[in-house]
């Protein structure tokens, strides 16, 4: 890639190309458990360089708005959250949920300047334990769809949020390369005689120590399929082992289930150099792991593994507690939480990775296609204001990501699959 591609890829700020298509799409704001209560406090985010308060009103009505107060720019983060709306501290401004000013009570009786002030506020929605907002022109806004992950209300969905210092694309590369888990998650995502992936509560068993996969792409309106066909332990003569992971885009990965729950991640650029990423389980409510016990899993307990703002305490600086005895022991990184191992990688690869300097090979077939996807999209939105996946280009309700052994021979792409759903407690199943 050119420098200049590499920045229209990555870069989502202001006018940044990017940035404007991922606003056609609902967008991630936080999650719900931090803004539960009404007249509770409020929270800060970001999302594409644009600073925000979120908060939930008397009523329970959520506001997605801007941060800063129009009067004179203070932070609305630090305001009263009171009787129907969000209160400045500085000299009283009030503000709803839509951004409309209730009040100005630093300004003379009858002072009608509130009539010409609409502070920026954005169409909230929550579902799947997500604040979701439109941030695109209001003649654009969709209808929202449920992602692929929470497609109903009665699916449990669990999940861990971690806030990155790296750039979104680097991330999302990591969450569609299904080669790097045989070496880099090895401790974690290991090698057993099992029939298909299975979890336990403290690794994934896999039935293939195969690290070298053959990739197979299948693109799509909505981003791409694909399969990473691996050698399974038993019966290779006869089977494969397919992992086949979907790229929604702009920034979605279904990943590979394994005997009791699906997989899925989604990430939220919060600016250039930042990203909020979304590490998710759902299926079945006897199966999907609770909040704390998913955290737990993952590496991902705030206070423990993250500060209250949810980054990770985990670093550069401190080698993200690097254990070299349990490497000598046998453990392939010696970082606890297969994320956090992600996490090192991504963030190691600078603010934003060069991908000028990059050699791919065979493994990294997923990474050039969503590179090249990604870059064809962002010149059509250009182009034409189209964005990739919207409207009837949207991922359909039957798409899922899924692992299973086939018949040599036997084409990936002509197994129909379904997730593991709320009234499915089983894995996910297939047939020609």
């Known amino acids: 890639?050119?420098?200049?591609?590499?920045?229209?890829?990555?870069?989502?700020?202001?006018?940044?190309?990017?940035?404007?298509?991922?606003?056609?799409?609902?967008?991630?704001?936080?999650?719900?458990?931090?803004?539960?209560?009404?007249?509770?406090?409020?929270?800060?985010?970001?999302?594409?360089?644009?600073?925000?308060?979120?908060?939930?009103?008397?009523?329970?009505?959520?506001?997605?708005?801007?941060?800063?107060?129009?009067?004179?720019?203070?932070?609305?983060?630090l305001?009263?959250?009171?009787?129907?709306?969000?209160?400045?501290?500085?000299?009283?401004?009030?503000?709803?949920?839509?951004?409309?000013?209730?009040?100005?009570?630093?300004?003379?009786?009858?002072?009608?300047m509130s009539?010409?002030?609409?502070?920026p506020a954005y169409p909230a929605k929550e579902w799947g334990g997500i604040v979701w907002a439109y941030m695109g022109p209001p003649n654009t806004k969709p209808e929202f769809q449920p992602p692929a992950w929470a497609p109903t209300p009665d699916?449990?969905?669990?999940?861990?949020?971690?806030?990155?210092?790296?750039?979104?694309?680097?991330?999302?590369?990591?969450?569609?390369?299904?080669?790097?888990?045989?070496s880099l998650h090895s401790s974690d995502m290991v090698p057993a005689e099992v029939n298909g992936a299975q979890a336990t509560g403290s690794v994934w068993l896999r039935p293939s120590?195969?690290?070298?996969?053959?990739?197979?792409?299948?693109?799509?309106?909505?981003?791409?399929?694909?399969?990473?066909i691996r050698k399974p332990i038993h019966n290779a003569d006869v089977n494969d082992y397919v992992r086949s992971t979907v790229f929604v885009a702009p920034a979605s990965a279904l990943i590979p289930p394994n005997n009791l729950y699906n997989v899925a991640n989604i990430n939220v650029p919060a600016d250039d150099t930042t990203?909020?990423?979304?590490?998710?389980?759902?299926?079945h409510p006897s199966q999907t792991p609770d909040t704390a016990a998913w955290r737990k899993f993952l590496g991902q307990t705030v206070g423990e593994d993250l500060d209250i703002h949810y980054r990770p305490l985990r670093n550069r600086d401190n080698h993200f507690w690097q254990d070299r005895k349990a490497?000598?022991?046998?453990?392939?990184?010696?970082?606890?939480?297969?994320?956090n191992q992600d996490v090192a990688m991504w963030t190691t690869m600078g603010a934003i990775a060069n991908r000028t300097d990059d050699h791919l090979g065979a493994s990294d077939i997923a990474v050039a296609e969503f590179r090249k996807q990604m870059l064809k999209a962002v010149r059509t939105f250009q182009d034409t204001g189209v964005a990739i996946g919207t409207g009837d280009d949207a991922i359909p309700a039957d798409i899922c990501s899924f692992q299973t052994m086939i018949p040599k021979g036997s084409d990936w792409r002509s197994f129909h699959v379904t997730p593991i759903g709320e009234n499915q407690p089983a894995h996910a199943h297939h047939q020609e």
């Not at 009539?115 to 502070?119: L, V, Y």
């Open 1 to 77: 890639m050119t420098p200049e591609e590499n920045d229209l890829l990555c870069r989502v700020t202001g006018e940044a190309p990017m940035g404007q298509l991922m606003r056609r799409h609902w967008t991630p704001i936080c999650l719900v458990e931090e803004v539960e209560e009404p007249d509770g406090t409020p929270v800060r985010a970001q999302a594409f360089g644009e600073e925000l308060v979120v908060f939930r009103d008397t009523a329970g009505q959520l506001g997605v708005i801007g941060e800063h107060c129009p009067h004179r720019g203070a932070s609305l983060v």
């Open 115 to 119: 009539t010409g002030i609409k502070h």
């Open 275 to 283: 990203t909020v990423f979304y590490f998710i389980a759902w299926g």
């Open 79 to 112: 305001g009263r959250n009171e009787e129907g709306g969000l209160r400045c501290l500085y000299h009283g401004w009030k503000f709803d949920t839509q951004g409309n000013i209730l009040e100005m009570v630093s300004e003379p009786a009858g002072n009608r």
């Open 327 to 339: 490497m000598k022991a046998g453990n392939f990184t010696g970082i606890t939480g297969f994320p």
């Open 155 to 182: 699916v449990k969905v669990t999940i861990a949020k971690v806030v990155l210092p790296c750039n979104w694309a680097q991330v999302i590369e990591g969450a569609i390369d299904s080669a790097h888990s045989s």
């Open 209 to 228: 120590n195969d690290k070298a996969p053959r990739l197979q792409i299948e693109r799509t309106s909505y981003g791409f399929r694909y399969a990473a």
